[in-house]
């Protein structure tokens, strides 16, 4: 399985971005699929997770009411829409697929998109 995640920037608080991870797996609908980031000088954390059918999605509190996670399961792709955006946000956001059940534990997750820089400024 391959990830390829884009669609970081730079921006302002309070602002919005939309990730986007394209998957190049015909067996992209069997996996659980997560963002989890990863700020300078901390270790990398749980974002958000959808289950297979995007029936279920999972959230750090941190993010909960302000990130949505979604998937298309026929364009191989997870996104992750990201509004009211905080400095707290910044860090480098890698996709991840997860044959498991374990959404929010970083080390359940098999596969890892190469990351994309998202910096929010105040």
């Known amino acids: 399985v391959q990830l390829q995640a884009c669609g970081g920037g730079l921006v302002q608080a309070g602002a919005s971005l939309r990730l986007s991870c394209a998957a190049s797996?015909?067996?992209?609908?069997?996996?659980?699929m997560g963002w989890l980031r990863q700020a300078p000088g901390k270790e990398r954390e749980f974002v958000a997770a959808?289950?297979?059918?995007?029936?279920?999605?999972y959230y750090a509190d941190s993010v909960k009411g302000r990130f949505t996670i979604s998937r298309d399961n026929a364009k191989n792709t997870v996104y992750l829409q990201m509004n009211s955006l905080e400095p707290e946000d910044t860090a480098v956001y890698y996709c991840?697929?997860?044959?498991?059940?374990?959404?929010?534990?970083?080390?359940?997750?098999?596969?890892w998109g190469q990351g994309t820089l998202v910096t929010v400024s105040s």
């Open positions: 991840a697929a997860n044959v498991g059940s374990s959404v929010a534990n970083r080390n359940a997750y098999d596969y």
């Open positions: 797996t015909l067996t992209f609908s069997s996996y659980i």
């Open positions: 959808i289950n297979w059918s995007g029936g279920n999605t």
